[in-house]
């Protein structure tokens, strides 16, 4: 599966897949094949930072 490339959708897809399936957002990457800069830029966009204590991507104050 591809990940969506709406951001709203995107940031769904990768928190569940990082919260089920990888112990980080390089094995996520690594694994579909995604650039992690992309995805962060992407999510960015909404104003959603990756934090790697919490395993997923959270909003930014």
């Given at each position: 599966?591809?990940?969506?490339?709406d951001?709203?959708?995107l940031?769904?897809?990768?928190?569940?897949?990082?919260r089920?399936?990888?112990?980080?957002?390089?094995?996520?990457?690594r694994?579909?094949?995604?650039?992690?800069?992309?995805?962060?830029?992407?999510?960015?966009?909404?104003?959603?930072v990756?934090?790697?204590?919490?395993n997923?991507?959270?909003?930014?104050?």
């Amino acid at each position: 599966m591809s990940l969506p490339k709406d951001p709203a959708m995107l940031l769904s897809v990768v928190n569940t897949k990082l919260r089920d399936f990888y112990p980080s957002l390089d094995e996520l990457c690594r694994s579909e094949d995604v650039s992690r800069s992309e995805l962060e830029q992407a999510l960015a966009s909404l104003r959603y930072v990756y934090r790697e204590e919490r395993n997923q991507f959270v909003r930014q104050n």
